[in-house]
């Protein structure tokens, strides 16, 4: 799991707001989205997430876990 905060980091030490969301699946695994809004800006990034996931149907699918 080494350098798997790398891209987090970065966002969480300049004190952005950011969230990620599953855009999409690879090899029966979720893969995420990281959007970072402008300081102060947390409610235009939830904004643009609640459209992508109302545009998408990545959040109903379920995972095969056996």
Do not use: H, R
Request: include cysteine.
């Amino acid at each position: 799991m080494y350098l798997s905060d790398i891209f987090t980091v970065p966002v969480n030490l300049t004190g952005l707001p950011s969230l990620n969301i599953t855009c999409g699946f690879s090899e029966g695994l979720p893969i995420g989205m990281q959007m970072i809004g402008k300081a102060f800006c947390e409610s235009d990034i939830i904004e643009i997430a609640k459209i992508y996931e109302s545009d998408t149907n990545y959040q109903k699918k379920v995972l095969e876990l056996f």
